[in-house]
């Protein structure tokens, strides 16, 4: 996950720069971006029409799975184990938020989550800084962990039983993508609707999401998961439930889960309005904003699906169309490279000029 997070740190700066590079209003003077444009309109030809195509497609599908009824999902089963309230009523209460947000637009979305996702990630973050504080003298030996069997897997006794090298590279890229969706694409999406004078500022910016999400949130994570030992006892249990459990191992008293189960409403909730708005992109790309509507309330009905299911083959699904997303995607940066180091060597060899002509301007 940190190699992937590391790496993904750089695919994230170039999604995010040709978004805002190739742009377009739409027929409502709304900005519209993403690989399904800089594929197009950056890559001539056929090909360009086909990969800008074949992205949006995959991604209006992909946003089921992984923006929706993954989420759902985990959210419903997390406070149900919590506080005993029925999947069925937690989903009917994110529909109804997620209705009440989406179905108002990108500026609902973005108010929305602007106002609870630095609270969310302070709160998560913090519990888990306590977790390693009362654990502290573990770390040292939770780092070396990760390091050795990264590379010589583990057959620790109710553990990973026989996991390799292959399994942790798969899972950890899997998850890493997951987490920061770095390569998929929708970074382009996002950056796309921002308000900035120049591409590589909005890049900027919108890599450091990645940094936060994996090396940052991840990693607390996977270190508090580590210091309190139940990464021994894991199974085939709940990621969600797991964590809370280190949580509750790893703080006083028995609120570590509720720390775990809050996170995960925050984190799971402001992924399907972000999710909506992207698959929602990919539809106007395809068949125009008269899609819009019809989307969203399919996309809305799912929610609820996706709360009340068990979802044991959905992780595979997300993870297909993830890969489905991806491939478009990362010939189009392959083909883009030059354009983007081109344009940002430019931005920055410029910059102090500009930086000494500020004063005089104003």
Known sequence: ??????????????????????????AV?????????????????PLGVFLGGFFAIAGAIAAFGI???????????????????????????ITLLTAAVILGGIKNIGRVTAAFVPVMIV??????????????????????LIFTDAFTGTAATGGFTGAAVAAAIRYGVAR?????????????????????????RQALVSMTQTF??????????????????????????????????AFDEGLPGEWGSVIVTISV????????????????????????????????LLFIAVVYVGSTTT????????????????????????ILSPLVYRETRDYFRDRPRETEAEPAQR
């Open 1 to 26: 996950m940190w190699v992937t997070g590391m790496l993904g740190m750089a695919t994230k700066y170039s999604e995010a720069f040709l978004g805002v590079r190739f742009r377009r209003a739409d």
């Open 212 to 245: 936060i999400d994996t090396l940052v949130v991840v990693s607390f994570t996977a270190l508090t998961i580590i210091v309190t030992g139940v990464w021994k006892e894991a199974g085939k249990e709940d990621a969600a439930k797991f964590t809370g459990r």
């Open 67 to 93: 923006g929706n009824m993954t989420q759902a999902n985990t959210v419903a089963a997390n406070v149900h184990d919590e506080w005993g309230v029925p999947t069925w009523g937690t989903g009917a209460i």
């Open 176 to 200: 890493g993508i997951f987490s920061n969706e770095s390569g998929l694409g929708t970074g382009g999406i996002a950056a796309a609707a921002a308000k900035t004078t120049h591409p590589v």
């Open 265 to 296: 409403i925050f984190f799971a909730y402001s992924t399907v309005l972000g999710w909506s708005y992207y698959g929602e992109r990919c539809m106007v790309y395809l068949f125009g904003r008269r899609s819009v509507l019809p989307y969203r």
């Open 311 to 334: 979802l044991t083959t959905v992780w595979t699904f997300s993870d297909v169309m993830n890969g489905l997303m991806a491939l478009p995607n990362l010939v189009g940066l392959l």
């Open 123 to 144: 709160l998560y973050v913090l519990g888990a800084a306590a977790v390693l504080a009362f654990n502290i003298g573990e770390v040292p030996a939770a780092l070396g």
């Open 29 to 45: 003077g709304e900005q519209s971006g993403g690989p399904m444009y800089y594929l197009r309109h950056g890559i001539k030809g």
